[in-house]
């Protein structure tokens, strides 16, 4: 599982809705496009323009553009509905089976037929170049872990066969692993290299930039076009091409948005205080704008179960007591933020506030906690490890230890690893005692936010198993695939309520999604919700 994909800031504006899996009706997006090119700037490049060779938002933010998937998020909804396909379902009781009919007259951008045999040889290569080790390192096509078998029937109908039970498979088929691609261009053992991409999406790519990087040439720009043979779910398109231009740092975004060489940013890459400046000098109709919505990425601190002091489960309780996240959301991240009581984000269905029930949502008073911690001896030393290339994660170490000094109870050493490559490389030992790490969502379904945290060492390497929620409620969940339900909401509800006991993980906020634009970009609100999609063909210019 990658890491690099999972740990994003990404944010989202919130305009949910529950839809069904059912049919959906046609579009052929290049009819009636308006002459008009967008120009966006991010520092998130991608890794690889193939679909079996990444795990990481730059690429993903490419895929859900040139590529297609059987199934997509329409915007504003966090269930996903058929967009390759006119039709996908489980078929049955177990939920072991899921079916889908392929929609009719299907073809890639040059021209090549997309039919069911294409869709099998996209997910069968996935797995096997995934196995191989043949991937980029990204270990995407652990997103299709309970994928047993592929089965074809003509041109139009695929079958899923599932290891277990799985209520999330739409979700998975919907993410940037289940894209479709052209078996005439691609390889079934190997990653394409080049960048003659071959999708069926919304775009075709045109051309793609490069300039110097540490270890060989890095993105400089990709240039997309609309694809004139696309056809699924998109209604309409609001622009004629489509440009991203790739930064190395937040300062060169915000210097290009300050002189208009791009028309907008999205994916949170300015500071928090640049985005507070920005905010406050807007005026409607002129100069920069920025649009602000709730999002669904999470932030956390990271405790090792097996590692002293937090081996103990009471000094876990502790900080999940004393944890002060107005602070740390006021004093860090200038309230550009929201305070975070649960693992699963508010705006994923099915959340909890667990950590608030429990613990309050204010800090304890200390001498509450000591009475807590009668025989442990105090204060309890534990070294705090954050990415000192994380936006504000030194402002926000220093908060935590802060927060957790109150008293005398905790005696903090604050330490940094330059990157996430190296905090990862810590959590690979299982034996660090403490981090902080955000959480990006595969897709918006309250499990990627409950089971990547579970293992031995586990993602994070705090070593957290909580047989109840392995063994029973996640299995019991997987049976239910209609989130909205009152049995799935009661499974759920259970599980945030162990994890908050358990104390593993400490949440501490959910961020807000900004997205910054020149006065004259249209369509901005729908291009990304609970699904952190961001729908290049829905903004255009006025």
Not at 383 to 394: I, R
Request: proline share 6%; with cysteine.
């Amino acid at each position: 599982m990658s890491v690099a994909k999972r740990l994003g800031t990404l944010g989202c504006v919130t305009l949910l809705a529950t839809t069904a899996a059912c049919g959906s009706s046609a579009s052929t997006a290049a009819k009636g496009v308006p002459s008009t090119s967008i120009t966006m700037g991010t520092i998130a490049a991608y890794s690889s323009l193939d679909p079996a060779g990444a795990y990481d938002y730059g690429s993903w933010l490419l895929y859900y553009n040139i590529y297609q998937g059987l199934m997509s998020y329409k915007p504003g909804a966090n269930v996903p509905t058929p967009d390759a396909a006119s039709a996908c379902d489980f078929v049955g009781t177990g939920y072991t089976t899921y079916h889908c009919t392929l929609r009719s007259g299907l073809t890639f951008s040059n021209g090549d037929p997309l039919d069911a045999s294409a869709v099998k040889f996209s997910f069968d290569r996935v797995v096997k170049i995934g196995k191989e080790k043949a991937d980029n390192g990204s270990q995407v096509s652990g997103l299709l872990s309970t994928m047993k078998s592929v089965q074809v029937s003509g041109a139009s109908d695929i079958t899923f066969q599932l290891t277990t039970a799985d209520a999330t498979f739409p979700d998975r088929l919907a993410s940037g692993v289940g894209e479709i691609v052209d078996p005439k261009v691609y390889s079934g053992t190997a990653l394409k290299t080049g960048t003659d991409v071959v999708g069926s999406g919304v775009y075709k790519l045109d051309s793609v930039q490069t300039k110097p990087g540490a270890k060989g040439p890095v993105p400089a720009s990709v240039t997309l076009s609309v694809n004139p043979n696309y056809h699924g779910a998109a209604a309409s398109v609001a622009n004629s091409s489509f440009t991203l231009k790739y930064y190395d740092t937040a300062a060169q975004v915000k210097s290009a948005l300050d002189s208009g060489q791009i028309d907008l940013n999205a994916g949170n890459d300015l500071l928090p205080s640049d985005v507070i400046a920005l905010q406050n000098a807007q005026t409607l109709g002129k100069g920069l704008q920025v649009v602000e919505g709730d999002g669904t990425n999470t932030r956390m601190l990271v405790l090792n179960t097996r590692t002293a002091p937090f081996d103990n489960p009471t000094v876990r309780q502790a900080v999940a007591w004393l944890i002060n996240r107005d602070a740390i959301v006021r004093d860090a991240y200038q309230r550009t933020v929201t305070p975070l009581y649960s693992v699963i984000p508010q705006g994923i269905s099915d959340q909890s506030s667990s950590f608030a029930n429990i613990y309050g949502s204010e800090p304890a008073k200390p001498d509450t906690v000591k009475r807590l911690l009668k025989g442990v001896s105090l204060p309890i030393r534990f070294p705090l490890t954050y990415t000192a290339n994380s936006v504000a994660g030194a402002a926000e170490a220093e908060a935590i230890k802060k927060s957790l000094e109150v008293g005398g109870i905790f005696k903090v050493t604050v330490t940094s690893v330059p990157d996430l490559g190296a905090l990862n490389t810590l959590w690979g030992t299982g034996t660090l005692p403490a981090s902080t790490t955000g959480w990006e969502p595969d897709y918006p379904d309250p499990d990627d936010f409950v089971s990547p945290f579970l293992g031995d060492p586990g993602t994070f390497g705090n070593h957290y198993a909580s047989p109840k929620i392995a063994d029973e409620l996640t299995p019991q969940s997987l049976r239910q695939p209609n989130r909205a339900d009152q049995s799935a909401v009661d499974t759920f509800k259970k599980i945030q309520d162990q994890i908050a006991t358990d104390a593993p993980l400490i949440p501490l906020w959910q961020n807000k999604q900004y997205i910054v634009t020149q006065a004259n970009v249209t369509g901005v609100p729908l291009t990304l919700d609970a699904a952190s999609i961001v729908r290049f063909w829905l903004i255009g210019k006025s």
